[in-house]
């Protein structure tokens, strides 16, 4: 099992920033990815950025590209993501990911961000 514990999320105007953390542990040997999705109230969960264990690369959600940023810490099996030039649109509970060998997938409870106008 895989325990994810997000923090960091919090109330910022628009135009503001916020950095978000995910702290992955337990049974974290094989990692493949980690990554974050987001879910704003009566709509469906949206994929945010990831990023590969091995090598790094990123990928990101349309909405999000060049103003988020998602980055790791290997020996701290912790995932961050730079948010910037936040907008009201970016509201939502944010949601760790992380996908092990085997094709686990694991959740964590979720950050609340609100971006006001």
């Not at 953390?21 to 974050?36: E, I, K, L, N, P």
Request: glycine letters at 14%; a positive charge; aromatic letters at 10%.
């Amino acid at each position: 099992q895989v325990q994810l514990v997000e923090s960091g999320g919090g109330s910022v105007q628009a135009g503001g920033s916020l950095r978000l953390s995910c702290d992955a542990s337990g049974r974290t040997f094989g990692m493949v990815g980690m990554g974050w999705f987001r879910q704003a109230p009566g709509k469906e969960r949206e994929f945010v950025a990831r990023i590969r264990w091995s090598g790094g690369s990123t990928y990101y959600g349309d909405s999000v590209k060049g103003r988020f940023s998602i980055s790791r810490h290997k020996v701290k099996n912790t995932v961050y993501l730079q948010m910037n030039s936040l907008e009201p649109e970016d509201t939502a509970v944010y949601l760790c990911n992380a996908v092990l060998v085997g094709d686990q997938n694991y959740w964590g409870e979720g950050t609340q961000v609100t971006v006001s106008s």
